[in-house]
């Protein structure tokens, strides 16, 4: 079975500062990778995936993630934040091209500082 | 496109009530899942139709029972439901089976009296 680690449960930024939520997952089989973003009060929103190629990926909001398989990671950063980036963030995986069981890392929650 | 939506936004029921969660997508996808999140926590997976038909369900307990009408809908029925029940129900779909991208819907925010 797979499980996912964010390593951060609080990450507080001040405002254009960058950011960086860690993300390390553990799988005896190939995955494919996920952040969502959770804004309060609703759901959650899609920011960026890992699927195969490139291993940098770029999602919406300015966010980007590296893959990096020898270390089982899926880190996600941005270089300058701003406050409506005050959200829960999550790292998740499912097995590549089977099934479609998605494992949740616990979150990191990203408060922004004016 | 990539929306789902979910109704009611927002649920308040007694004990001893019976209601339904709805969630529609229009993508065309063929897998559709109810996760359960409390706050603070990750969501976790409930219940997972794929192509119709209950394909996972988490041990949940049988007060909550899914029903796929057709693959575009899916609801959750209610009844009997625990204060612990109390939570933010959400909906998502996925184009098929083999790990693709799930796409979430807003939630529905559940308070049980």
């Known amino acids: 079975a797979q499980s996912v680690t964010q390593l951060d449960s609080q990450v507080p930024v001040f405002e254009e500062a960058p950011v960086e939520l860690r993300c390390n997952y553990s799988s005896s089989v190939s995955v494919y990778l996920f952040w969502y973003v959770q804004y309060p009060n609703q759901g959650l929103q899609l920011l960026l995936k890992?699927?195969?190629?490139?291993?940098l990926v770029k999602g919406i909001n300015g966010f980007e993630a590296e893959f990096n398989k020898s270390q089982t990671s899926f880190h996600l950063r941005k270089p300058s934040v701003h406050i409506s980036d005050t959200a829960e963030y999550f790292c998740a995986v499912t097995i590549k091209a089977a099934g479609n069981k998605l494992t949740f890392g616990g979150g990191t929650r990203v408060l922004v500082k004016p | 496109d990539t929306e789902v939506t979910q109704t009611p936004k927002h649920l308040v029921m007694g004990m001893t009530n019976k209601k339904s969660l709805k969630c529609e997508q229009h993508m065309g996808h063929r897998a559709m899942y109810w996760y359960k999140q409390k706050a603070k926590k990750p969501p976790e997976l409930m219940f997972v139709y794929s192509y119709e038909k209950l394909s996972i369900n988490e041990s949940v307990p049988s007060r909550f029972s899914p029903e796929c009408p057709n693959s575009s809908l899916l609801n959750l029925h209610l009844h009997a439901l625990q204060p612990e029940d109390s939570a933010l129900y959400l909906c998502?779909?996925?184009?098929?089976?083999?790990?693709?991208?799930?796409?979430f819907g807003p939630g529905t925010r559940l308070l049980v009296l």
């Open positions: 890992y699927l195969s190629g490139s291993t």
């Open positions: 998502a779909s996925s184009p098929g089976v083999l790990g693709e991208t799930q796409y």
